[in-house]
């Protein structure tokens, strides 16, 4: 189909570019990332993320009435990455 090869010419120029404005960004600011005190939001983001949610997600198939498997469940998908 003729829309398939535009598609996956423009689609193939995205990694690239996309790693090309991430090394832009980053360039000069190595400083800012290695200091400790800038760290905590991102760290606090992850272990919410990771430890908190899954445990409110299967408290609430618990509060819903779901049975156990419901809720292993629940707390293994609350587990996985948002990406």
């Known amino acids: 189909f003729f829309l ?3 598609v ?3 689609a193939g120029a995205f990694a690239p570019g996309v790693f090309f404005l991430a090394g ?3 360039v000069g600011s190595f ?3 290695a200091r400790l005190d800038s760290a905590w939001l991102p760290l606090a983001l992850a272990l919410l993320k990771s430890l908190v ?3 409110i997600i299967k408290g609430t198939v618990a509060a819903l009435g ?3 498997s419901a809720q292993e469940f629940g707390f293994t ?3 996985l990455p948002a990406a």
């Open 77 to 79: 998908f609350g587990v």
């Open 8 to 10: 996956s010419l423009l």
């Open 24 to 26: 832009t960004a980053s």
């Open 53 to 55: 949610l899954p445990a």
């Open 66 to 68: 779901g049975d156990r």
């Open 4 to 6: 398939d090869d535009v």
């Open 31 to 33: 400083s800012q990332l």
